[in-house]
């Protein structure tokens, strides 16, 4: 019905995936809700973890795979170009979505009420495009789609914090990871611990990682990690009588004034300043 965005309902139209090649890089933003599960969606090396009532984000230049086993798989597929959103400002917004992101084992699994609602909203946009478009068109279909992603980053933040379990090992893990990186002086044999580094020893997307933090303890993965920095560095500068630039390199700065910078930053004093107090 409109060359740049699409809503394809499963129910109604079933894709013959046999016709699909295995994988391929997407040229589109793809908003997935799956209402029935019938087979499994690959996603790069990997498999989807979802299940009925699930939602899965894709964005420009990710590469998706096709089902295995497919058994019939139920659901709606919004699949936006990004010319749809040129020159209007969910343009920019839309890449602040961090979930377009997040890896295959980090969809959003929808409670009941959460379904009926995104529901809703892929009704509501199906109606749209199949009414005879308009000067209102775009503003009306974009509203709706920044509704649901505003709806999906609410939903994550309660899929965060119902994963109770999951959620304290994770931070357990997160404790360990950044002890060890400090206290066994891996800092200065590889240099500052990125959140890159964290995400793939935790097995999540830095992205997910960093959102899911900062619901648990209302602090990003960038910032756990200059926490443990500064409480390591506030124990070298106290109870040792390292040069400031010996601290910044086992810290795993190459450059002191960076350390220095950082320091400061947190602390509101230079780390001179920081010892000259302590003593």
Known sequence: MH?????????????????????????????????????????????????????????????????DAYKGNEGYSLIIHPDFLRGHPMDRKIKNYGFFSYAIHEALHLSEQERATMLTIYKIIKEEL?????????????????????????????????????????LQQLEYILDRYFDKDQSSEVGLLTVQNLADQLNYTPNYLSDMLRSLSGLTAQQHIHEKLIEKSKQLLSTTNMTISEVAYKLGFEHPQSFSRLFKLKTRQSPVQFRAAYS
Do not use: M, W
């Open 130 to 170: 199949n009414s005879r478009l308009d000067d209102f068109s775009q503003e009306l279909i974009i509203s709706q789609i920044e509704l649901l992603l505003n709806y999906a980053k609410r939903f994550y933040k309660r899929q965060f914090l119902t994963r109770q379990s999951a959620n304290n090992d994770l």
């Open 3 to 67: 060359p740049l965005i699409s809503l394809i309902d499963s129910t109604v139209h079933q894709i013959d995936f046999n016709k699909l090649p295995e994988s391929y890089v997407a040229e589109f933003y793809k908003i997935t809700f799956i209402t029935h599960l019938g087979g499994k969606f690959r996603y790069g090396q990997g498999y989807y973890d979802f299940k009925e009532g699930s939602l899965l984000f894709t964005a420009p230049n990710q590469v998706i795979g096709t089902a």
